[in-house]
């Protein structure tokens, strides 16, 4: 689930700057595979939670009277905030099994610009008063890192239904 406050100024009638701030929401992943050895794996709990503040260029089309096309695109400052933890398991020949911390990559918080792109459709039913439906990319999100087959940075969709005033 996420959220997003933005506020805008039209330009022209198809140009318009927005300034937002967004909650991207938490996501959470549970991992688990296995070593070159089928008596050894990894378990791995993952919580990232996601925040932006950005500056986008709005263009618009309209499509009707009262609906219209958008594109923005834009750039934010992203904070990411990982918690991961996780145990290795190996399985001893006697049938015991040993546990200990699995491996974990330093300061997993990756705070800094990334571009975002978004498209979307908003139909004004009153003057000023619209409802608009977006999808927006957040690219190159958290801190690169190689451990184990992961990798640290990714890219966010995030799509949203929301209302807009106009004043």
Not at 14 to 26: H, K, S
Not at 34 to 59: I, K, N, Y
Not at 84 to 99: C, L, Y
Not at 109 to 133: C, I, K, M, P, Q
Request: proline share 5%; aromatic share 14%; no cysteine.
């Amino acid at each position: 689930t996420a959220g997003r406050l933005f506020a805008g100024l039209r330009i022209t009638p198809n140009l318009a700057v927005e300034a937002d701030y967004a909650d991207l929401g938490t996501l959470k992943g549970h991992a688990m595979w296995h070593g070159v050895d089928p008596f050894f794996q990894f378990e791995r709990f993952t919580r990232v939670e996601a925040r932006a503040a950005g500056l986008s260029l709005v263009g618009s089309v309209p499509l009707a009277s009262r609906l219209e096309l958008f594109a923005r695109a834009g750039a934010a400052y992203a904070w990411v905030d990982y918690d991961t933890h996780g145990n290795a398991f190996i399985r001893n020949p006697g049938g015991g099994v040993t546990s200990f911390p699995s491996p974990k990559p330093p300061n997993l918080n990756g705070n800094g610009t990334v571009g975002l792109l978004a498209a979307g459709l908003e139909h004004r039913f009153t003057d000023r008063w619209s409802v608009r439906a977006e999808w927006a990319r957040y690219f190159g999100l958290g801190r690169s890192y190689e451990l184990i087959g992961e990798r640290g940075k990714f890219d966010l969709d995030v799509a949203s239904v929301g209302l807009a005033w106009r004043f």
